[in-house]
């Protein structure tokens, strides 16, 4: 976590705290849990810069478990999905033939 202010500045980071996403990134305010995004930007204090997937899937998340700490809580509960995926079992790939691959 990061104890920043929700400006822009050159201690935000290039990637996503998160999933390590170059993109536009917002500050996401873990020690007030408000839903609303814009005041969650605003609000400074402890927190991490996300992109927009993952601002979206920390603030959904808050909506549907409303309560004291929801806003680190939702951090958290992204750190262990993204955890359960890189650790998961490996996906089957098929090659795909295209047409104008040789025989």
Request: charged share 30%; proline share 7%.
């Amino acid at each position: 976590m990061t104890t920043s202010t929700p400006l822009p500045s050159a201690n935000e980071p290039l990637n996503c705290e998160l999933c390590q996403r170059a993109s536009v990134l917002s500050f996401h305010a873990t020690e007030v849990d408000t839903v609303d995004r814009a005041e969650c930007r605003r609000a400074g204090g402890e927190g991490v810069w996300l992109c927009s997937l993952c601002e979206e899937g920390v603030h959904r998340w808050m909506a549907e478990h409303p309560g004291e700490g929801s806003a680190r809580a939702a951090v958290d509960e992204m750190v262990n999905r993204l955890l359960t995926l890189i650790d998961g079992p490996p996906r089957k790939y098929r090659r795909q033939r295209r047409t104008n691959d040789p025989d």
